[in-house]
């Protein structure tokens, strides 16, 4: 029996749990200084499937990128509209829920969900989501778009670890169920 694959969140915010500002921008991000990247490279070594909002599929989109970031990976962006499928990205409309356990039952690596905002909220609710890397920035950003959004339920974690690059603090926690 193979184990179930995990669906893990990595990603970034400011000390006060801001993914970006009100406009979307991440200058702030890149202001702080940090370790070679910052642990990116091994975690996108554990994922084959990535997962995001269309919202943040046009954020991608919009950056100065001369090919699409997760070229190697299965990628599936979920949108409420019709939009077709490109050469590196599946548009998907179905249940989230029946979604995400199809392909947690699949085999592979782990799933990465790229970005904060409602597709997080839809898996947090569901508790699809089974591991969170957050790496803090010590900024301070009074406002912007929050990682986790209000609503109606509570996480219980457990941390699996911790790790510094430079200003940079990593904090790798475990979702209990």
Known sequence: MSKKRKL?????????????TKDESLEWLFKVEGEGDNGFAD?????????????????????DIKEFPYKNK?????????????EN???VN???????????????????IVGGGELLQS???????NELILTVAPTILGKGIP??????????LSLKGTRNFNQ???LHYEIKN
């Open 168 to 170: 940079f603090v990593e």
């Open 89 to 91: 990205v599946q548009f």
């Open 8 to 20: 893990v969140l990595f990603i970034a915010s400011s000390l006060d749990g801001y993914i970006a």
């Open 94 to 112: 179905d249940d989230v829920t029946h979604f995400v356990h199809k392909l947690k039952d699949q085999e592979g690596k782990n799933i990465w």
């Open 123 to 129: 898996f947090i609710q569901e508790k699809l989501v």
């Open 74 to 86: 299965e990628c599936y962006v979920f949108t409420r509209s019709a939009v077709e499928d490109t």
């Open 43 to 63: 975690f996108y070594e554990t994922v084959d499937t990535v997962l995001m909002g269309k919202r943040t599929y046009d954020w991608v989109m919009k950056q």
């Open 147 to 156: 990682l986790f959004k209000e609503g109606d339920y509570q996480l219980d």
